[in-house]
């Protein structure tokens, strides 16, 4: 089996390019990614049946031979961080409208096996302390320029599965943790601010949830939905892991034995999302799938010493991280 994973170099991308190198000794994995700020080869670097391939999901002359190529396609490119698609939308909307359209026109061509990575934050936001979770045919109710772009290529995938036929499914998931993720992030940003001995810096009041899963979790659910999916459906990927921000940063200070008041408040997002939760039993019913890193709090802990072991893989981006957030005031 050829399979194209596009986004590869980045944080999710590459943890699925990992697992599915383990898990499948008969695939052979492409991975089509533009290497922005946000894309490390490092992370693929030395895996047995990977190439990769620098290049643009947005440049159908790259596309098209790849998609022809390959038997299953796995959009995981994308503009991905909040914070920057306030700052500068444009990227967002050309690589994750028009990339995924570009995709989409090649896999209708030919015939290709399509599944679309996306975020549960097209739903937009639920209150602090309501019971309800996200449920795969609610409302699209997108909050920012990232999460309105991801609600778009949604839309275009259900399209050109109802207009033309096209085999895909989609996957909306809550936030990840765990190895190779970029150091603009709330976790990685926290856990490295430490090691610099700068203290945590939390967004408004800090009580806003966010439901974690542990990205192998992520990723092992992506695979059930190719195997197992219904061609055109949706499908919520998360793990029952709601914290809020005060609580993921308190339990990161104590893995550093520091006191849990030793962090800052900043300036709040525009726009910020009060909380995410999701209802995966869709997916549990249909696939069978439960996550393994059920506990977050060893997850965490695992995902700290990562970063300690691996500082020459997140130091050169540090810097530049910083200074943008100092911009921003956060
Ligand atoms: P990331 O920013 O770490 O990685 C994105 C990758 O895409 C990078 O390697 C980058 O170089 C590549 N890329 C960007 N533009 C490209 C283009 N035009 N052509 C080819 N490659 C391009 O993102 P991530 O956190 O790994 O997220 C991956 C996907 O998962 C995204 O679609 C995101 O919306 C979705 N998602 C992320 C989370 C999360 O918590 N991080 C949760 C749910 C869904
Ligand atoms: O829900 C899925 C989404 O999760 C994905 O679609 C996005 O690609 C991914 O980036 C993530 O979005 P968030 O905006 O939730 O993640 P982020 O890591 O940017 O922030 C998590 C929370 O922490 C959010 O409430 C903002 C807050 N925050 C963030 C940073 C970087 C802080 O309080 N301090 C910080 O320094």
Redesign the pocket.
Known sequence: MRVLITGGAGFIGANFVHSTVESMPDADVVVLDKLTYAGNPKSIEGLDRVELVVGDIADPDTVDPLVKDADVVVNFA?E????NSLNDPSPFIRTNIEGTFRLLEAVRRHGTRFHHI????VYGDLEIGESRRFMPGDPYAPS?P??SS?GASDLLVRAWVRSFGVPATISN????YGPYQHV????P??IT?MIDGIR?????T?E?V??WIHVRDHNTAVWEIIDKGRIGETYLIGADGEKN?LE??QMILAEFGREPDDFDH?ND?PG??QR?AIDNSKLVEETGWSPSFADFAAGLHDTVEWYKANEDWWRPQKDDVEAK?AKTG?
């Open positions: 994308a991905s961080h909040n914070d996306s975020t549960d934050e920012s990232y999460s991801k998931c809550s936030n990840n603009e992030k709330f976790i940003r926290t601010n945590p810096r939390v967004y408004g800090g806003q966010r439901d921000n993921v940063v900043v997002r910020h999302d995410y957030y956060q």
